[in-house]
């Protein structure tokens, strides 16, 4: 996954323009005390013209006092405007990290502790005494408050800028996790957890609400690091009571839910998983982007699952995999399907030699979701859905032909039960997809799974088939003609292949029987 460039700040350049105020006024100050000097008769040294009396000492005291004065209030009001407006454009609980910076603290409490020191001083001074070195400190006090000032501005600017919060919440979620696994006892880190990924969802809410993309992305990335680099590395090593949760911690969730969620330990993965979710209800039909970072994200979670060996989490990948297809369905937003089903075909396909049950499971639900997005006035869909089953039986081959040859039964299930009945866009694109599985095996001498799928395409009305083939004839440029997540064309097939299409003709033009039957390998069921 593409990393979202981070926006960096350079300390030296954040405190230059105040160092570069204070080093010009003491140079101007310097400056016109000697030319001062040099034209006085009474006062021959710089050191004797900046000596004040009580009175002078007493005026400078008053204006470094309202001068600090203002300045805390100018402080004030840009650290108040940057907590409202970041709060307003992601979440109220944003208020938080301002809160917990170390820095705001020590700002503020450095202004009001020089204007304490300086009003304790202005009353030290007397008609007869100037407590020169209280005076001096008091106007060096001042002299860094303002030299901060510009700089404490800029640095509030900066870190209300929504790429700065989210590395600061991801650091957080880091160390949390740290502290968990170094000592399982304390409840507070799971705190700050469940607090950090509500946080840096709002963010990615907020985001897309108001059309800023790229932070979405950003903050999506920061969810798949908190989950796939520290959670579950580490997440073996946590005590059984830390996976237990309650409605405090899935403010909504059913009953059912949480005791789902706490009988298989995925907490953290659910919550993310249904961030990700509202994510897809919020997204308009134009930010494919977005759906393809939160696709990306959740096959990653998958290879998780597979790396870790933990069955529980590639269950629940795979049914937000098949519910991110109705929410889809829902929105009637056919192209969030696309990016959906090629990162779970890639799931699928690092599972092949692991997990190869895996396959099986998601070839179904391909299929199942397809056909309904068919039923949903969406026929293109179900193509691209077995194109995908297609490329995994010419992968699973390789690894397991008993598999295989019951990916191209569903496959030919598939294409005879729409025969009569399905759209002719949709049928068109299973019948590409099948073909192209005919011809592979064709080519790699695959009998069984030939004569299998020459009779789902033999079922097909003959002048349908002819024209499906004879555009594939024709097609010899791979990229489709217009802009699309697959782009290559799906009359296209290798040129290889192509020379085999005259032959797939005779024997659709010969009669085709059954294959003879014989005993598969059972392959565990699915569940939709």
């Known amino acids: 996954m593409t990393r979202p460039r981070p926006t960096r700040y350079n300390a030296i350049a954040l405190w230059l323009p105040g160092l570069a105020l204070a080093a010009v006024a003491l140079v101007g100050v310097v400056g016109v005390a000697l030319i001062d000097a040099a034209r006085s008769e009474k006062y021959h040294s710089l050191l004797e013209l900046l000596t004040p009396d009580a009175t002078a000492a007493s005026w400078t005291m008053a204006l470094v006092g309202t001068s600090e004065g203002v300045a805390i209030a100018i402080v004030i009001v840009v650290v108040v405007l940057g907590v409202q407006l970041t709060a307003d454009r992601y979440s109220p609980r944003i208020i938080d990290i301002f809160v917990r910076d170390p820095l705001n603290g020590l700002v503020l409490a450095f202004f009001l502790g020089s204007i304490v020191f300086t009003i304790w001083v202005g009353a030290e001074i007397k008609t007869d005494y100037v407590p020169m070195t209280g005076v001096v400190v008091a106007i060096l006090l001042a002299v860094f408050d303002f030299t901060i000032l510009l700089p404490y501005v800029r640095y509030m600017f900066s870190i209300m800028r929504a790429e700065t919060i989210i590395r600061s919440i991801r650091r957080r979620a880091s160390g949390a996790f740290r ?17 950090c990924l509500a946080q840096i969802t709002d963010i990615a809410l907020g985001s897309i609400q108001e059309g800023d993309t790229e932070v979405c992305l950003g903050a999506i990335h920061a969810l798949r690091e908190i989950v796939v680099d520290d959670y579950a590395p580490i997440k073996s090593k946590l005590p059984a009571w830390w996976f237990v949760v309650g409605h405090e911690d ?27 979710l509202d994510l897809v209800g919020e997204t308009p039909a134009f930010r494919k982007e977005v759906i393809h970072a939160i696709a990306r994200t959740t096959r990653e979670l998958g290879e998780a699952g597979i790396k870790y060996g933990d069955r529980d989490l590639e269950d629940l990948v795979v049914r937000f995999f098949n519910t991110y297809f109705r929410a889809a369905m829902n ?48 026929p293109l869909v179900i193509g691209t859905a077995a194109e995908d089953v297609a ?97 290559v064309a799906f009359d296209w097939v290798e040129e290889d292949l192509r020379e085999l299409i005259p032959g797939l003709r005779e024997r659709l033009r010969a009669p085709v029987s059954p294959p003879p039957a014989r005993r598969l390998r059972r392959v565990p069921a699915t569940t939709s």
């Open 179 to 195: 502290q968990a696994a170094a000592d399982g006892r304390k409840v507070a880190p799971r705190h700050v957890i469940r607090d």
């Open 250 to 276: 899935m403010p909504g969730g059913s009953d059912q839910i949480i005791a789902q969620v706490d009988r298989t330990r995925t907490w953290v993965e659910h919550t993310v998983l249904a961030y990700f």
């Open 331 to 378: 929105q009637r937003a056919p192209t969030f399907a696309y990016s959906t089903m090629n990162e779970y075909r890639n799931l699928a396909s690092k599972a092949l030699e692991s997990r190869p049950d895996l396959v099986s499971r998601v070839s179904e639900h391909l299929i199942a979701y397809g056909r309904s997005f068919d039923a949903a006035g969406f």
């Open 391 to 487: 490329e995994l039986t010419i992968q699973t081959a390789r690894h397991d032909p008993d598999r295989a040859l019951l990916l191209c039964q569903l496959l030919d299930r598939t294409l005879t039960s729409m025969a009569k009945t399905a759209q002719p866009m949709a049928l068109n694109g299973v019948l590409k997809a099948v073909v192209k599985l005919t011809l592979w095996a064709m080519s790699e001498h695959q009998q069984e799974i030939t004569n299998r799928l020459l009779v789902g395409i033999a079922e097909l009305p003959e002048h349908f088939v002819d024209e499906a083939l004879s555009r594939m004839e024709r097609t010899t440029e791979g990229v489709f003609w217009e802009v699309s997540d697959r782009v």
